[in-house]
């Protein structure tokens, strides 16, 4: 009898606890998770939530075992500025954005104007966005705040090493929309960044001083740069994404200002540009210094491009100028596009006079959009390799393969052509109405 008992109770017990546990752990209060209506956030969309998404954030940060930040679904969270800072006790932290996130209107804002929401120095950190978006309403701004005034970037990662994104959407961000800086490491998938193609400026990712960063599965669609690749970056990889409306995928601008700068290490893979003012772009100021180099892009579907296949080492500046530094060009490679162009140069490179070098175009397919019309190439100062490519490249010299020597430089001799800026009457320096604003950039 007690025998039978003891076999019904773990009969009993058997099925209860995994229901029990399922029970747990759709619990929004279970372990380790820290959801911010318990910390007094609204949800409601109209009052502050700010403050109580900071203190969840405290608790997620200082737990001692890995922790989660949930910002629940079905509900709106106003954000006046959000500043989360690591580095976190706990060795790997999340965020689950379920929820919508939306800012103040422009009149009610509080942040500094360059940036919305930062997430800095956060290690390890995962950030899921499935069922979540963060709208940045950036409308107003677009409209009334355009040159000489800054519009903030909506989510700004920095220093935070290996970190993990996944199915992120975000929208109508004033200004960029994900601003990744000094971070080792980042794996975006499933992101989901859209924008009209005129907002101004609204780049979907903006990369600078990082290192082994992935950006793959994702669709981006804005009024600028799909990604744009920054001053210090290294191993940085864009992997089937779709690309467009927008700029396509850029590598600056490098070296404004006079700066040294460098890129190196860039693949761009199985990717497409669909309506893109640009596809596969460099560009490059006249007088900055520094390299870009090792850069593929691989496997390129374009639909109704205007600039496919672009350097442009006289960014910023109409007309080609001559300067003896350049940020310097090589190891570029093109190969596998194919698809329709509706400028008049699907392919144009335009390099310094100093050259850009080891640049070479492999299987290249590109027709105009509109029937029976040729499409052309334009080279300058190109030297490099070139194999079955439509449009046909003459233009590119097949040698040398190397910069010239320092001795060999026209510039270097003491010719009076090689006054950097002719156009600047005494001073190296421009005065900074030469340089267009950081707002009007392309
Ligand atoms: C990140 O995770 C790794 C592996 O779990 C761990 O060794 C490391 O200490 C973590 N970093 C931090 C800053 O917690
Ligand atoms: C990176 O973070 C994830 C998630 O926290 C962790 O599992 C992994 O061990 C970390 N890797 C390293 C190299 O720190
Ligand atoms: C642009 O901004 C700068 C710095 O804030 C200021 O000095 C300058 O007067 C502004 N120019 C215009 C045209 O508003
Ligand atoms: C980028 O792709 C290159 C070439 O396939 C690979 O060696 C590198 O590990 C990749 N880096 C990242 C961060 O995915
Ligand atoms: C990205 O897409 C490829 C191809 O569909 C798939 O094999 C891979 O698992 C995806 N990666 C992620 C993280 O979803
Ligand atoms: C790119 O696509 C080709 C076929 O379209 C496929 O064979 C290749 O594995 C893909 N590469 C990546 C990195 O997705
Ligand atoms: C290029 O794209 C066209 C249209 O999508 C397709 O028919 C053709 O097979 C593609 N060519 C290559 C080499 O991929
Ligand atoms: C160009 O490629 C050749 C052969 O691989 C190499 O010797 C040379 O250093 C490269 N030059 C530049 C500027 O990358
Ligand atoms: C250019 O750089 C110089 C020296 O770093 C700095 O003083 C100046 O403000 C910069 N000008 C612009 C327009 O950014």
Redesign the pocket.
């Given at each position: 009898m007690q025998r039978l008992i003891i076999i019904t109770c773990i009969l009993i017990l058997g099925f209860v606890s995994p229901i029990l546990c399922r029970f747990i752990n759709d619990d929004p209060t279970k372990m380790g998770h820290f959801n911010v209506i318990d910390y007094g956030a609204h949800g409601d969309g109209t009052n502050d939530d700010s403050n109580a998404i900071l203190s969840a954030w405290k608790d997620v940060c200082g737990a001692e075992e890995p922790a989660t930040l949930v910002i629940p679904r079905r509900k709106i969270f106003l954000v006046t500025v959000l500043k989360i800072n690591g580095?976190c006790k706990t060795?790997?932290v999340s965020i689950k954005l379920a929820g919508k996130i939306v800012p103040p209107s422009k009149d009610g804002w509080v942040s500094d104007r360059s940036s919305w929401i930062v997430i800095s120095d956060v290690?390890?950190l995962t950030i899921d966005g499935r069922g979540g978006l963060i709208d940045g309403k950036g409308s107003t701004w677009w409209d009334t705040c355009n040159k000489n005034c800054s519009r903030p970037t909506a989510l700004r990662l920095r220093g935070c090493n290996?970190l993990t994104v996944n199915f992120l959407r975000m929208s109508n961000s004033p200004g960029a929309h994900i601003s990744v800086n000094g971070c080792n490491g980042a794996i975006f998938s499933h992101m989901n960044i859209k924008a009209p193609p005129h907002s101004p400026n609204t780049d979907g990712f903006d990369i600078a001083g990082s290192q082994n960063i992935l950006i793959q599965n994702s669709t981006i669609g804005t009024g600028d740069d799909c990604i744009a690749i920054n001053g210090g970056s290294s191993n940085i990889n864009a992997t089937r994404l779709a690309c467009g409306p927008g700029h396509g995928i850029s590598i600056g601008s490098l070296g404004r200002n006079y700066s040294r700068e460098i890129v190196e290490d860039v693949y761009v893979r199985n990717c497409s540009f669909t309506r893109t003012t640009n596809g596969a772009r460099i560009k490059t100021w006249p007088g900055g210094s520094g390299y870009a180099r090792r850069i593929v892009f691989d496997q390129i579907i374009l639909r109704e491009v205007e600039n496919a296949i672009i350097i442009d080492q006289y960014y910023g500046f109409k007309t080609p100028i001559h300067t003896d530094e350049a940020v310097m060009v090589s190891e570029v490679t093109y190969r596998g596009f194919n698809g329709t162009s509706v400028g008049d140069d699907a392919i144009n490179l335009k390099c310094s006079t100093l050259g850009c070098f080891n640049i070479t175009l492999d299987d290249i397919h590109i027709i105009s959009s509109q029937a029976n019309k040729p499409t052309h190439a334009f080279c300058e100062n190109v030297h490099g390799t070139f194999e079955d490519t439509l449009p046909k490249v003459s233009c590119i010299s097949q040698s040398p393969s190397s910069f010239p020597s320092p001795s060999l430089s026209p510039f270097l001799s003491s010719s009076p052509l090689s006054l950097p800026f002719p156009f600047l009457s005494s001073s190296l320096s421009p005065s900074p109405s030469l340089l267009p604003s950081p707002y009007e950039g392309a």
């Open positions: 580095p060795p790997s290690n390890n290996n």
